[in-house]
């Protein structure tokens, strides 16, 4: 299996995180970042990351336009992401260094290493990487590790909890105003019948917005929960409130 590795580095210690995915979808995307934060203990307030699809919608002189899932990161981590402009390789020229060094310095040395999960894989590289972060520079004194001993007093504070990737959807709200999200029912007001609506689901939220307006939550169901439906009593029309 081919893996493709993450790299994030830090302008001014170049302290590194990297770690291999499997695939450079979204959630593998969106999982290295909330994964580099959690290592780095702490969030730049800038971000300058690949112009990828994967994160960028369009990225020209007049408009940037992010995936909605990467700018909610961006908005749950309180950073501004400004992609590299295309073929600039310099806009990010402290990781396009790093990733040239880490290719001789980490890379080459388990190439000729076999791994039969991406677990101990990614377990043999964070061993690589602590060795590579702690050792001296060869032109100055102290090494990634202890110039980042600095650098962090700059970074802003992880959120109370790390941020969970959210597949959106879209909706019409049908006339029993449940919105059907993998064989579940979650309730959302009445008054919102035949409208359109933008639903957020996450591994344990159910979230239904309209207009840009959250008019319901619902905690998410698993597939082995015998309950169908879930229904707040203040989302029924009054009739069905009366029959009850």
């Keep these: 299996h081919k893996a493709y590795l993450f790299v994030a580095t830090l302008p001014w210690s170049g302290y590194t995180y990297i770690e291999a995915f499997l695939s ?3 959630e593998a995307w969106i999982e290295a970042h909330v994964n580099a934060y959690r290592y780095f203990n702490g969030v730049t307030r800038k971000l300058i990351s690949d112009n990828l699809k994967t994160g960028v919608t369009k990225n020209t002189k007049d408009e940037l336009i992010l995936n909605k899932t990467y700018a909610e990161l961006a908005e749950h981590y309180g950073t501004a992401i400004i992609p590299a402009r295309v073929r600039k390789p310099k806009d990010k020229a402290a990781v396009e260094g790093t990733v040239g060094v880490i290719t001789h310095k980490i890379m080459a040395k388990l190439r000729d290493k076999q791994y039969f999960s991406l677990y101990e894989l990614n377990k043999d590289l964070h061993l690589q990487l ?32 790390p941020y969970e990737l959210a597949e959106w959807k879209v909706a019409t709200i049908p006339s029993n105003y449940h919105v059907f999200i993998d064989g579940k029912y979650y309730s959302c007001p009445y008054q919102y019948i035949g409208k ?43 009739e069905h409130q009366e029959y009850l």
């Excluded at 590790?145 to 007093?153: A, C, D, L, P, V």
């Excluded at 939220?205 to 229904?231: A, P, V």
């Design 24 to 26: 450079m979808n979204e």
């Design 130 to 161: 602590k060795e590579f972060n702690d050792t001296p520079f060869q032109k100055k004194e102290g090494s990634r590790s202890s110039y980042f001993q600095n650098e962090q007093t700059y970074l802003l504070p992880l959120p109370k909890s």
């Design 196 to 238: 359109k609506a933008d639903v957020r689901i996450t591994k344990n939220m159910i979230e239904i917005f309209c207009n840009g307006d959250r008019i319901s939550l619902h905690h998410r169901l698993s597939q082995e929960d015998k309950t169908r439906f879930i229904t707040m009593p203040e989302h029924r029309t009054h």
